[in-house]
């Protein structure tokens, strides 16, 4: 019996004479994904109907937790309507875990033991046991009946029972709580309120300024804005907290490792790089009015980093430029315990590519690969706007099924560091260009140590990846950088103004 959908109940119950449906189960839980109930320790044609209580086997992959279970009325309905002894509770079901009393822990009313699912699971539950003699003729069809009135009132006790609405109302606040703690607006404000007033006025411009669309991850003496190195303790905590609340938690961990690989690469060059190699060297400025019905935006950047919104309220509207680079690409000696040998911050930017390069074919390849030597560096670095050249490579359309799925993964590992809004956004304009539109090209070598290079470019976006330069420590071809950019317009301006 295979069960899906979201909120759904699960019964374990069978309608051959071979499994009487006095076996009767029910369960319900909040966004099931998929799942399977299957009979536990025997098979189908050896099921023992003298073995009293019979166990099944129920593999669910949930995102939830329980929200019924049978109650007492339910059981004794069944019970009574059957002409069974109705046994106790202990009989009837195996908890999952020991019974708790705080009912924020998922605590049933009336005693009941509390269950928990949260991944793939196999879970056993107990159905009620069979007659020692299996029902036929008007007995037979009398329990086909009580069956189905078993499962329709389980609905009616489903979604009436207290445990769902205490879950439903859970889920609820959590949600609120999450989208509490991911506005910018609040973040931003307080951001600026623990400034004093020297600090505020560098660390804001208008947001008309030319000053909002530049942008570049070398390097430099100084940048607009203000730099975390000239903040107190609780000024730089506030802003961290901004640029938290503006990505992802794989965005915000990988920025702030990126920040922290100054302090490498200052051991790596010596005392003479102590201008230039500095992890709190990042430049935070906010364009314009913050407010909930204002347009401003915020700019997060430094070596090897530049994060660029523009908002309306706590809205993001535009996230790109977006790039993120790591010298060294991976660490070939341990420098210390946050940073040990093999650490490798955008792993998975560089190892999908290389999967997808490796799996294409001669005829795949070919089309993939680009003409003359391995690009230097991304195209149009620092400039306002993404590059406008024709996208090259071997269109998505000419990929295998699971080809495209290596492509999605790719693209994903640089939508993922931004917030849920925004990745939805991104997907789903590209799911309306057409994804069969986007071209995948690689130039450079197919392995690690070697110069190499690779784009994605649809209609609404463009990715480039590219791996050249050695890392401070000499080691060839570990040294990354990569983008992501907008092709209808990047600081939500359209490139055609530009």
């Known amino acids: ?42 098979s189908r044609q050896g099921l023992s109907l003298r073995t009293g209580v019979t166990w099944f086997s129920i593999s669910l992959r949930c995102q939830g937790t329980p929200a019924f ?14 002409g069974m002894k109705m046994p106790p509770w202990s009989s009837l079901v195996r908890p999952l875990a020991s019974p708790r009393t705080d009912r924020s822990a998922g605590n049933y009313p009336l005693g009941q033991p509390a269950m928990s699912i949260s991944a793939i699971i196999d879970a056993p539950l107990v159905v009620l046991p069979p007659h020692d003699n299996p029902p036929t003729g008007v007995s037979y069809m009398r329990s086909r009946i009580v069956a189905a009135g078993i499962v329709l009132t389980g609905l009616l006790i489903c979604q009436a029972h207290p445990f769902a609405q205490e879950a439903t109302q859970r889920n609820k606040k959590a949600k609120q709580g999450q989208a509490r703690a991911v506005r910018l607006v609040p973040a931003a404000k307080a951001f600026l309120e623990g400034l004093s007033d020297e ?3 560098q660390a804001t411009m208008e947001y008309g300024s030319d000053k909002r669309v530049q942008w570049h991850f070398i390097p430099m003496e100084t940048r607009k804005g203000l730099p975390i190195m000239e903040m107190e303790a609780a000024q730089k905590k506030a802003a961290m907290k901004l640029l938290r609340a503006a990505v992802s938690k794989l965005g915000y961990d990988q920025a702030s490792i990126i920040m922290q690989l100054e302090g490498v690469l200052l051991q790596l060059e010596g005392p003479e790089s102590k201008g230039r190699r500095n992890p709190e060297k990042y430049y935070f400025t906010i364009f314009g009015k913050v407010g909930q019905k204002e347009r401003w935006g915020l700019s997060i950047e430094g070596h090897h980093l530049s994060l660029n919104f523009v908002l309306n309220g706590n809205t993001i509207i535009d996230s790109t430029p977006q790039f993120f680079a790591s010298n060294p690409a991976e660490l070939k000696e341990s420098y210390g315990e946050q940073f040990p040998k093999g650490l490798r911050v955008l792993r998975a930017e560089e190892q999908l590519g290389f999967k997808l390069v490796k799996s294409l074919s001669e005829t795949q390849l070919a089309g993939a690969k680009l003409p003359g030597d391995v690009p230097a560096e991304i195209r149009a670095a620092g400039q306002p706007q993404p590059p406008t050249d024709p996208a090259r490579g071997i269109s998505a359309a000419d990929l295998t099924e699971e080809q495209r799925g290596v492509l999605k993964k790719l693209m994903r590992a640089y939508t993922a560091k931004m917030k849920p809004m925004v990745v939805k956004q991104r997907w789903e304009a590209i799911e309306k260009a057409g994804f069969e539109k986007i071209k995948f090209a690689w130039a450079g070598a197919t392995r690690p140590g070697i110069g190499h290079y690779y784009a994605v470019q649809g209609p609404t ?25 907008d092709m209808q317009g990047d600081f939500d301006l359209p490139i055609a103004t530009q």
């Open 1 to 42: 019996m295979s069960i899906s959908g979201s909120s759904v109940v699960g019964y374990a119950f069978a309608g051959k004479r071979s499994w009487p449906p006095s076996w009767v189960g029910a369960i319900c839980w909040q966004d099931v994904v998929s799942g399977s109930i299957t009979p536990s320790g025997a």
């Open 199 to 201: 600090q505020r006025s």
């Open 461 to 485: 976006f463009v990715i480039e990846f590219v791996n050249v330069q050695p890392d401070a420590a000499g080691n060839p071809a570990n040294h990354v950088h990569c983008v992501w950019r």
């Open 69 to 82: 279970a049978v109650r007492p009325e339910l059981r004794r309905l069944f019970y009574s309507l059957a």
